[in-house]
């Protein structure tokens, strides 16, 4: 571990090095971020990475669906020079709509295929299963049983009982319909969610927001991504993390260049510090439970063995190709359900809900 300490500080003051000419002879231009990483999160992230380099970050933090919007929106004339976080099928999305610059550090270039894109347009940060999240107290209050399978949310007894989060604005959700479709075909998973629509209280538009109900136990359960989940455990709240016996599908928090930014070298100097040990650590010690997509930074981590879970494969240009037809789907078959007729109502809801 000390070796790795020492090699990881390397990484670190070679970066530095390279910057010690900005900050003798002039201002270096700041670096504009898109990303998904929460406001006070990445403050801390980023003045880190300014304490090393001299060089700032100005950022704005963004859903993944809107940060993708804006992307393809601006490609012609970016305001961003990189984008961080959010699901990598998003970055396959950005890749082929022409916004993304082929640039990946060294130190990411060893990843095992699904944690960088083959044409180095991209590369992954971190790494995290979907999972349930599920309120010890309401559980035992109202006589329930734990569910540890997908079949279990369709029991009556949840009816209108259990906390989901909207396809249509969050990736969490969307990663719901790939574990689905995985497990059970893509007809019988909307057939699915149409009998656990009958259950659910109400669709957040983001995933963090949509757990903190369950978390006050004013919901039962739901679905939600691991790092989101553990963190709310970590925090003291009566939860338990559930994987389902069917399986789970993942996502990899992705971070990439965009094409055409102003300050591509500056920011490249970002992505080599995204891609070492010492941001992994710092975002370790904000999210105990984070999971590093680099397979040798994960010992890392003493939270979660991947290995002891079933995690399903579902490869990122499938989600891609197929998210907004999934989503579209699911809008007509299932957000159009007599639960959910009026739209503006469930967006009005998950929106009280995040208050």
Known sequence: MRRKSVFALAAVLTVAAGLWLYRKFAA????RAYTTIPEKEAAVLFQRFTDYTGLRVSFSRLSSGEMLRRVIAEKVCPQADLIIGGPADIYDAAKREGALAR???EAA???PVG????DNRWFGIG???LCFLVNRNFIEKNGLRMPDSWQDLLDPAYRGALQMVDPRASATAS?????LVRIYGEREAFEYQKKLAENVRAYARNGVGGAMP???GQAAAGVFYYV????????GYPVEIVFPKEGVTYAVDGCALLDGAASPEEAKYLLQWLASQDFARSRMEQKPCYLPACPELRELNKLLDLNSIRLLQCSVPWKSQNRLRLIDRWTSEVARSDQLKDSQDTVRSASVLQK
Do not use: F, W
Request: aromatic share 10%; glycine share 0%.
């Open 28 to 31: 270096p231009p700041v670096i």
């Open 103 to 105: 640039y990946v550090p």
């Open 109 to 111: 270039k060893a990843m």
């Open 115 to 118: 944690y960088r894109d083959p």
């Open 127 to 129: 790494v995290t299963p």
């Open 175 to 179: 990663e719901q319909i790939y574990s």
């Open 214 to 216: 369950v978390a006050l």
């Open 228 to 235: 989101d989940a553990m963190s709310l455990k970590l925090e």
